[in-house]
């Protein structure tokens, strides 16, 4: 009898799931970018919804298959066998729906790849799961149910796979270890104290080097170096300026060129700064002072300097102030903690995302575009304006944002990077982001900017890299710019984005 049934009309060859299963494969070779059709559009979006039925299905055909895959019963063969033709029926119809919401063109990059491609694994893996079951239901050999069941199990590992991704493309990659992550940075954050104990204060680092930051940087930084001068690193210092005298010879100040321009009597003219800028104090040229004397070492600890007597009763009145200017760094600083969340949420209503930025420890953040994207305009980054110190990282890509909108950014006080790839400038705008003290990265792939704005960047203080991949700047003005700022790398390359 059995064998009759097998041989008989009802043989199942499996040409009907290889049919099904190629066409399947055959999908993601589908070029994308079809023409805009409203009812495809329509389909597509269907996804999300219609994803979670084989989802739903195939853990209660799993559950089934476990409780009673060994009842032979008609009603328990006949529910099961509901079960897996409607977990690939939904799981086809997702797939499909899927590949339409894909060609859709809002999305991109190797997350919806893998995502595709596990959906349709998926999909192929349930096609032969149902033809093994079917040959075990007419054959009653236990190779076949167990065939059937390990591909069930491997479908349901896919499936949780692919649902993670797609859980990753509508809410962001780190969506569900998102609460926790930040509760983490923010106790990380709490637990760094800003103040140091005066004794381990690093005398070049701490104390010297942000004094050259406010009296001399303007004019000694890497690309505005005058008399060759940058004064914004201890290698940039030992590497002294067009006079070529020793910058600094250890334990001999009044040998030492960075010394004796600051303790001239200031009306001389070698005075530094120039006349007419706000000098350095007189315990900030004391403490050159010693430090060249002790030998200029950049490990140097004020402690260490203190055990000089002179020294010590200079600083004793100098650190209260310079614990004033600490601790009011220490309040933005909480102030930046405490209304992150708020800033956060706003920024969702504004079709932005804002994340801490984890290379800092200053509580900055950075703001970058939603995916898939919402629109963003000049105007919205105008309504961040009150925010404009909390932010060092900022991704614009593919905004609509003009030149106009530079002049918000150039308001980001603490900007270190900007990407701007695929929006809308020309470049004129540059000039508003010049004063920008602390900008290092900046890329401009894929807009229309032109060698006449691209110059602008050359007066930039602090740039260490600049990405102009297509753009209608010049290859040989790249050059130019390259070697014209002597810090930074500037290329044609396309360069991150996010
Ligand atoms: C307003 C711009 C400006 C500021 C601010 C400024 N400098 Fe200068 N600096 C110059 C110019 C211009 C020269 C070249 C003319 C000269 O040597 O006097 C120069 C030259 C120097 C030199 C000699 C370089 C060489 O070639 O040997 C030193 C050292 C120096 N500056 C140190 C400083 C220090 C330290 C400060 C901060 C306390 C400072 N400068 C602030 C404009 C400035």
């Known amino acids: 009898m059995k064998h009759s049934v097998v041989a008989g009309p009802k043989r199942r060859t499996g040409f009907g799931s290889m049919v099904v299963s190629a066409l399947l494969l055959m999908l993601p070779f589908i070029p994308m970018g079809m023409d805009y059709s409203p009812i495809l559009d329509f389909l597509g979006r269907l996804h999300p919804i219609i994803v979670h039925f084989p989802i739903v299905l195939i853990l209660c055909t799993m559950a089934f298959e476990w409780l009673f895959g060994s009842f032979k019963g008609p009603i328990g063969v006949s529910i099961l066998g509901m079960l897996y033709h409607w977990s690939l029926y939904s799981a086809i119809a997702a797939v499909i729906a899927g590949y339409f919401l894909y060609s859709s063109g809002d999305y991109g990059g190797d997350l919806i790849k893998y995502h595709f491609w596990s959906g349709v694994t998926f999909a192929v893996l349930l096609v032969w799961c149902l033809h093994t079951r079917k040959r075990y239901t007419l054959t009653h050999r236990w190779r076949w149910r167990q065939l059937s069941r390990t591909l069930l199990f491997l479908a349901g590992i896919i499936v949780a796979f692919a649902g993670h991704q797609g859980g990753a493309l509508t809410h962001g990659p780190e969506f569900v270890m998102e609460p926790l992550q930040k509760a983490l940075h923010q106790k990380n954050l709490k637990e760094k104290t800003v103040l140091k104990s005066p004794n381990s204060l690093l005398v070049f680092n701490d104390l010297l080097l942000p004094s050259f930051d406010r009296t001399c940087m303007k004019c000694h930084n890497s690309s505005n170096a005058k008399s060759d001068l940058d004064l914004s690193t201890m290698d940039a210092i030992h590497a002294g300026g067009k006079s070529l005298k020793p910058m600094i010879v250890e334990g001999k100040p009044e040998e030492s060129e960075l010394y004796v321009r600051v303790s001239l009597p200031p009306k001389h003219d070698d005075f530094m700064p120039p006349e007419g800028k706000p000098p350095l104090q007189p315990a900030e040229v004391q403490l050159l002072y010693y430090w060249i004397k002790a030998g200029a070492g950049a490990e140097d600890t004020l402690g260490l300097l203190m055990q000089n007597d002179t020294l010590k009763g200079i600083m004793d009145s100098y650190l209260p102030q310079l614990a004033e200017q600490q601790l009011s760094k220490q309040a933005e600083r909480l102030e930046r903690m405490k209304t992150g969340p708020r800033l956060a949420r706003m920024a969702l209503d504004l079709g932005l995302e804002v994340r801490p930025d984890e290379d800092t420890d200053s509580a900055y953040y950075s703001l970058s575009m939603q995916f898939p994207p919402k629109v963003v305009t000049d105007e919205t980054l105008a309504k961040l304006l009150p925010y404009k110190d909390y932010f060092s990282k900022v991704s614009l890509v593919g905004a609509d944002i003009s030149d106009e909108g530079l002049y918000y950014i150039g308001q980001m006080s603490n900007l270190q990077s900007l990407i701007l790839t695929k929006s809308c400038i020309k470049g004129d705008g540059l000039q508003y982001l010049k ?44 050059k130019v710019l390259d070697e014209h700022l002597r810090n930074a790398k500037v290329t044609l390359e396309e360069g991150d984005y996010y």
């Open 435 to 478: 004063d920008l003290p602390k900008l290092q990265m900046l890329n401009l792939s894929h807009t229309d900017l032109n060698d006449k704005n691209f110059l602008f960047l050359s007066q930039f203080p602090a740039l260490k890299r600049v990405f102009v991949f297509n753009t209608e700047v010049t290859p040989e003005m790249v």
